[in-house]
């Protein structure tokens, strides 16, 4: 199984901050990468495609960048709803894995 | 605009099977650009791909489970539904239902795209 890896785990930030998620993949996906967000109670939301494809209505500060084995995930500026948790997933081969979460929290 | 909706019963005994279905409104399970899978949630944990099905029932697991968990679809109902035997406390938490696409038609657009609101299960006797 391909092991996708995030850091940081938590990162603490304010509003207007530019805030940049890494993901790291065991082996390379090439550009098969997803970001999502997910809030508490609720489903995650699709945020990034194909490492750097910006999801229908995902506003435009959410920006996606990698491949091989290393991701990006940045928020130019950090808004009072993006805090939340962000996970990447693989899509280059079966099983479909995905990173370990990295919360969003307000400083 | 489509939806899925996850149904289950919510609380299963430990060794029993757990079946829950999604019913996929405001589109057509027999979609050729996609798949249709089942991911879930432990408590406070991240997430975990459980299978993904196609609607002429070619399907996809994750090995992890084992072989425990069997995904069916019925186009006909405009549903697809798990089925995990012989849980355990570690199968509890929340199972979700989404949408991605096929690697065929369009490889970028294999995201989940859409998702249902999530089903609470419980393994306790």
């Known amino acids: 199984d391909i092991q996708m890896t995030q850091s940081p785990s938590t990162l603490s930030a304010s509003v207007g901050d530019r805030v940049t998620i890494t993901c790291r993949a065991s082996?390379?996906?090439?550009?098969?990468l997803a970001w999502y967000q997910q809030k508490p109670g609720t489903a995650p939301k699709l945020l990034i495609y194909?490492?750097?494809g910006l999801e229908s209505g995902v506003p435009s500060r959410f920006s996606g960048s990698g491949s091989g084995t290393e991701f990006t995930l940045t928020i130019s500026s950090l808004q009072p709803d993006d805090f939340a948790t962000y996970y990447c997933?693989?899509?280059?081969?079966?099983?479909?894995?995905f990173g370990q979460g990295t919360k969003v929290d307000i400083k | 605009q489509l939806q899925l909706q996850e149904s289950g019963p919510g609380l299963v005994k430990p060794s029993e099977t757990l079946s829950l279905t999604c019913t996929v409104s405001?589109?057509?399970?027999?979609?050729?650009?996609?798949?249709w899978g089942w991911i879930r949630q432990p408590p406070g944990k991240g997430l975990e791909w459980i299978g993904s099905?196609?609607?002429?029932?070619?399907?996809y697991y994750n090995p992890s489970l084992k072989s425990r968990a069997i995904i069916s679809v019925d186009t006909s109902k405009n549903q697809f539904s798990l089925k995990l035997t012989s849980v355990t406390a570690a199968d509890s938490g929340v199972y979700y239902c989404?949408?991605?696409?096929?690697?065929?038609?369009?490889?970028?657009?294999?995201?989940?795209?859409?998702w249902g609101q999530g089903a609470l299960l419980t393994v306790s006797s």
């Open positions: 997933q693989q899509y280059n081969s079966y099983p479909w894995t």
């Open positions: 405001g589109g057509s399970i027999s979609s050729s650009s996609h798949f």
């Open positions: 194909k490492a750097s």
């Open positions: 099905i196609y609607y002429s029932g070619n399907t």
């Open positions: 082996q390379s996906i090439s550009s098969w």
């Open positions: 989404a949408r991605h696409g096929n690697v065929v038609v369009d490889p970028a657009a294999m995201g989940f795209d859409y």
